[in-house]
């Protein structure tokens, strides 16, 4: 885990970062809002999916040069895989047409609620890291499946908040603490399921190093002004982590001391 006291850059895989907020490409209602609300984000990286959307896909050019246009870095996905072996191919793919060894490993294991599957992302991940890949493998928030992807290369982890897409914030802000607490030394994202800012910001008060999310920017009212809530948001949870916060008490505890105060009492 990276700390900064100045300007709070942060390092993920060699690459230098400023910004905490990854942010997706997928679903928005327009390339010319995705590409206002990637910028009103300040985001440093950006998710694609091959299987959305390839460089040299008949129509997709616009699309594609507003990605490049962003200067983000790429951050392609394996969205939409079902097995180890599908993911590793895409991935195979992806490096080749986007021209980056970093690689979103993705493999769902429930199509209802898009649970990772667990045993396939762990095949995955050790099939990819031998190959050379800098793999971010998106998983549930289970402390030994996360020990495992430690033990088999990945130095980033990206436990999910919750379902894909449901906008229900942080379900076991308790799990995810844990993660943090036994994996100091890991790079660590919020991926999946942030539906409010106020949802990234407890991510990061939890002493997470970023968040990635897509859903609640790009079907918002407003893509742009969302954008921008959600990295302001980021930003205050990473603050307050940095700044220590009080721990909650049972308790009321006067914030006015009392001693060698004078009371005046009327008679």
């Not at 970093?102 to 649970?115: A, R």
């Not at 436990?159 to 308790?174: A, R, V």
Request: aromatic share 8%; proline share 6%; hydrophobic share 40%.
């Amino acid at each position: 885990m990276s700390d900064s006291s100045t300007t709070d850059t942060w390092t993920v895989y060699g690459k230098t970062l400023s910004s905490r907020f990854f942010i997706g490409t997928a679903l928005y209602p327009s390339p010319e809002i995705m590409q206002q609300s990637i910028k009103a984000s300040a985001a440093d990286v950006v998710t694609v999916s091959l299987r959305r959307q390839s460089p040299g896909q008949q129509g997709g050019n616009q699309y594609w040069d507003l990605i490049k246009s962003s200067g983000c870095e790429l951050l392609p996905n394996t969205a939409g895989c079902h097995t180890a072996k599908e993911a590793v191919t895409l991935s195979q793919m992806s490096r080749e047409l986007f021209q980056t060894d970093w690689i979103k490993l993705e493999v769902i294991g429930d199509d209802y609620n898009l649970q990772p599957d667990p045993f396939a992302t762990l095949e995955a991940a050790e099939t990819l890291v031998k190959d050379g890949f800098k793999v971010f493998p998106y998983c549930t928030d289970d402390l030994v499946l996360c020990q495992k992807l430690r033990d088999v290369g990945c130095e980033v982890l990206m436990p999910w908040g919750s379902p894909i897409g449901t906008g229900l914030g942080l379900l076991n802000p308790h799990a995810l603490t844990t993660i943090r607490e036994r994996l100091p030394e890991m790079t660590l994202l919020v991926d999946a399921g942030l539906g409010k800012p106020s949802d990234a910001c407890q991510a990061m008060e939890l002493g997470y190093d970023a968040v990635l999310l897509n859903t609640a920017v790009a079907q918002a009212h407003n893509p742009v002004e969302m954008a921008e809530a959600f990295a302001n948001a980021i930003k205050a949870g990473r603050s307050a982590w940095r700044s220590g916060m009080i721990e909650a008490r049972e308790a009321a505890s006067a914030s006015t001391p009392t001693i060698g105060t004078p009371f005046w009492h009327q008679k």
